[in-house]
């Protein structure tokens, strides 16, 4: 009965949560006057001709998205996992990950994409990413650890591991965050394309990151409280407290991701082209910046940080 009523209260809780950010974004919604029908279509995916190499990754994103999402939906519902060892999460998520690490080299272009003709190193796909990759590999590397210090959390399952986190979950990861990225850029893209410039959109658009934050971290953490070798301590703590605590990662890397090499289809002498290295540069740089803001929140909490290295 303790552990019923601890449930119910966290959704309510999470509920109360989700239903005030709806009614403020309806609210400032209700400030936003409307581009002119002159300007560029209001759009959701960039626009093919102006941006066709961030159209072509977006839609490639998005197809492979439901493929990756039915694969996971199969494992959990029949709990194939339990016959995984290490290898088997290894090879299952790291062939998840496959489909987006190699669509720079076998299908870069989608319509009128210049992917396809540009060297690889080039491609807006291939740094796209390697940007993923990297902070999928930072976020993994490090920020798991506070995960571990602040919400007691814990990988049980069999598991080839490096630093103490599982290397499947890194692979997990790159095509989870792929997806995200690609939303939420979807949305920003929604705001930016709909509405005037100006005090009030910028505002929207701040508070639509805010929301689709905390939204995606709390949606993940519920989606895999289902899976048993992901524990926490304090479950109602890591859906409240831990889902902000997640949502700091987005608070950042949605807006950086967004803006990411957005000259990649205008570069003149005027633009500076972003190669591989800059992108290397960006995803590090972005996750410093989360890395600080998790050891903040950890020192606020005056929870020390420990760094276990495990023998498996």
Same mark, same amino acid.
């Given at each position: 009965?303790?552990?019923?009523?601890?449930?119910?209260?966290?959704?309510?809780?999470?509920?109360?949560?989700?239903?005030?950010?709806?009614?403020?974004?309806?609210?400032?919604?209700?400030?936003?006057?409307?581009?002119?029908?002159?300007?560029?279509?209001?759009?959701?995916?960039?626009?093919?001709?102006?941006?066709?190499?961030?159209?072509?990754?977006?839609?490639?994103?998005?197809?492979?998205?439901?493929?990756?999402?039915?694969?996971? @939906? !199969?494992? &959990? #519902?029949?709990? =194939?996992?339990?016959?995984?060892?290490? $290898?088997?999460?290894?090879?299952?998520?790291?062939?998840?990950?496959?489909?987006?690490?190699?669509?720079?080299?076998?299908?870069?272009?989608?319509?009128?994409?210049?992917?396809?003709?540009?060297?690889?190193?080039?491609?807006?796909?291939?740094?796209?990413?390697?940007?993923?990759?990297?902070?999928?590999?930072?976020?993994?590397?490090?920020?798991?650890?506070?995960?571990?210090?602040?919400?007691?959390?814990?990988?049980?399952?069999?598991?080839?591991?490096?630093?103490?986190?599982?290397?499947?979950?890194?692979?997990?990861?790159?095509?989870?965050?792929?997806?995200?990225?690609?939303?939420?850029?979807?949305?920003?893209?929604?705001?930016e394309t709909t509405?005037?410039?100006?005090?009030?959109?910028?505002?929207? @658009? !701040?508070? &639509? #990151?805010?929301? =689709?934050?905390?939204?995606?971290?709390? $949606?993940?953490?519920?989606?895999?409280?289902?899976?048993?070798?992901?524990?926490?301590?304090?479950?109602?703590?890591?859906?409240?407290?831990?889902?902000?605590?997640?949502?700091?990662?987005?608070?950042?890397?949605?807006?950086?991701?967004?803006?990411?090499?957005?000259?990649?289809?205008?570069?003149?002498?005027?633009?500076?082209?972003?190669?591989?290295?800059?992108?290397?540069?960006?995803?590090?740089?972005?996750?410093?910046?989360?890395?600080?803001?998790?050891?903040?929140?950890?020192l606020w909490l005056?929870?020390?940080?420990?760094?276990?290295?495990?023998?498996?």
């Amino acid at each position: 009965m303790t552990i019923v009523a601890s449930n119910n209260s966290v959704v309510v809780k999470m509920v109360t949560v989700l239903v005030t950010m709806i009614v403020c974004l309806l609210g400032i919604l209700a400030f936003q006057r409307r581009r002119s029908e002159t300007e560029p279509l209001s759009r959701y995916l960039p626009d093919p001709v102006r941006q066709p190499s961030k159209y072509a990754y977006e839609c490639f994103t998005w197809c492979y998205s439901p493929i990756w999402m039915s694969a996971f @939906f !199969i494992i &959990v #519902i029949f709990q =194939l996992y339990e016959k995984f060892d290490a $290898m088997m999460y290894n090879g299952v998520l790291g062939g998840l990950a496959l489909p987006l690490l190699l669509q720079p080299f076998i299908y870069p272009s989608f319509e009128r994409s210049p992917d396809s003709k540009r060297i690889w190193r080039d491609r807006y796909c291939t740094k796209a990413n390697l940007w993923i990759a990297i902070y999928s590999f930072i976020g993994n590397y490090w920020y798991t650890h506070y995960f571990y210090s602040v919400l007691k959390a814990e990988y049980t399952m069999p598991a080839t591991r490096f630093n103490n986190v599982p290397i499947a979950m890194t692979f997990a990861t790159h095509f989870y965050f792929s997806t995200y990225h690609t939303f939420s850029n979807s949305l920003l893209r929604k705001v930016e394309t709909t509405y005037e410039p100006g005090l009030a959109r910028t505002f929207l @658009f !701040i508070t &639509v #990151i805010l929301v =689709l934050s905390y939204f995606t971290a709390f $949606m993940e953490t519920l989606t895999i409280s289902s899976f048993p070798y992901y524990r926490f301590e304090n479950r109602d703590m890591a859906y409240t407290i831990g889902s902000a605590f997640y949502g700091i990662y987005f608070l950042v890397s949605f807006p950086a991701f967004y803006y990411f090499d957005n000259d990649v289809d205008t570069i003149d002498n005027f633009k500076k082209k972003i190669t591989l290295w800059d992108t290397f540069i960006s995803s590090c740089g972005h996750g410093m910046v989360i890395l600080t803001l998790l050891d903040f929140v950890r020192l606020w909490l005056k929870i020390p940080l420990v760094i276990e290295i495990s023998d498996s």
